[in-house]
């Protein structure tokens, strides 16, 4: 494992977003973590170069380091610019958007056992930002899925599931209505399941799929599916487990680029109070480091977490407890060095 130190884009975002990143600093240190922090803050004009409040100088930090971590962003009610997300994800080329979504053992939900992952095509189909006002009151808005994307979100998916040990790929679509869009992004998904003949593959109509999460989530293992669905269906994997509070998430590019998120929203409520609950930006972290290979420091992070949510003293307000952001990351460091409550 490499000690070097290793330097990676921050973005803390904004709302509770920089006092969750410093929660998430403060463990990483206390873990031994060799990540040596590049922030990075969003312009507060947009930029002519990229049309976003996303600055070209943010831009070139992630692809110089080739990894990052990012908080939750608003972007501001206005026309004329792109969202921030959507300007990382097109610039940055980050291809595929990648959710476990697990059970936290000693946190109940409705749910036991869950145990999958989505992947999302990141950069197309609904989202392609091709929107034009036809006549008045009537509203053009393109869907776009091409080959190429279809082939790669595919390809990462199986060859994710290999990596990973999991043993089947499910193609979610609705190839019986948009036959040509989604039938072109189940015949790439076809192609590519020929090439794995060690990986189980499937296909399931979305709103099928849906039902069948919310009735029993142990049928699916790997999901894959274009832009739209991902988003909706990562979402509603996230309610499965107890919440986006709760859930990790990675955005994948080419070249081993990737910036991993918390993909919950500002919570401009409580920002500012110390009330906030950093786990979905600290498991996004502990994905960052196993992306690195730093396999042993992520486990150490990810097992002492879960401890302390599964002891249940030092929940925050969202898991129904009433711990500050400050308790629970000091839980979590003292399970790290040793000193928390039936630590080993």
Not at 105 to 110: F, H, I, L, S
Not at 255 to 264: D, K, P, Q, S, Y
Request: charged share 25%.
């Amino acid at each position: 494992m490499s000690t070097q130190p290793i330097t990676a884009t921050l973005f803390p975002g904004d709302g509770i977003g920089p006092e969750i990143s410093e929660a998430v600093k403060a463990i990483f240190k206390a873990a031994g973590a060799p990540i040596v922090w590049d922030e990075q803050h969003l312009g507060k004009t947009v930029d002519e170069r990229t049309n976003s409040f996303v600055t070209r100088e943010n831009l070139d930090s992630v692809l110089k380091h080739r990894i990052g971590l990012k908080g939750p962003m608003t972007t501001p009610i206005g026309k004329g610019f792109r969202s921030l997300n959507l300007t990382l994800r097109k610039e940055l080329q980050l291809y595929a958007n990648v959710r476990p979504c697990f059970s936290l053992p000693g946190y109940k939900t409705k749910y036991d056992n869950v145990n999958l992952i989505t992947i999302r095509e990141n950069t197309e189909g609904e989202y392609s930002g091709l929107e034009h006002e036809v006549v008045k009151g009537v509203v053009e808005s393109l869907k776009v899925i091409t080959r190429g994307a279809s082939t790669r979100v595919a390809e990462y998916a199986f060859q994710y599931a290999r990596d990973n040990k999991r043993s089947r790929v499910s193609a979610l679509h609705k190839a019986n209505i948009m036959k040509k869009a989604d039938g072109l992004f189940i015949e790439c998904c076809r192609e590519v399941a020929e090439r794995y003949p060690d990986i189980q593959y499937d296909e399931e109509i979305v709103d099928n799929a849906c039902m069948t999460l919310v009735s029993d989530p142990s049928k699916f293992d790997v999901l894959v599916m274009p832009n739209l669905y991902g988003d909706i269906v990562s979402d509603l994997c996230a309610g499965l487990i107890g919440g986006l509070g709760l859930t990790p998430s990675a955005n994948v590019g080419a070249n081993g680029l990737a910036l991993m998120e918390a993909v919950h929203g500002t919570a401009p409520d409580i920002a500012g109070k110390n009330l906030a609950n950093p786990t979905a930006l600290l498991f996004s972290g502990v994905m960052m480091l196993r992306h690195l290979g730093l396999h042993d420091i992520a486990e150490d992070i990810h097992k002492a977490a879960l401890a302390v949510i599964a002891e249940g003293k030092y929940r925050t307000g969202d898991l129904g407890g009433t711990a500050t952001c400050s308790d629970y990351t000091k839980a979590i460091i003292d399970k790290l060095q040793g000193t928390g409550a039936d630590s080993d």
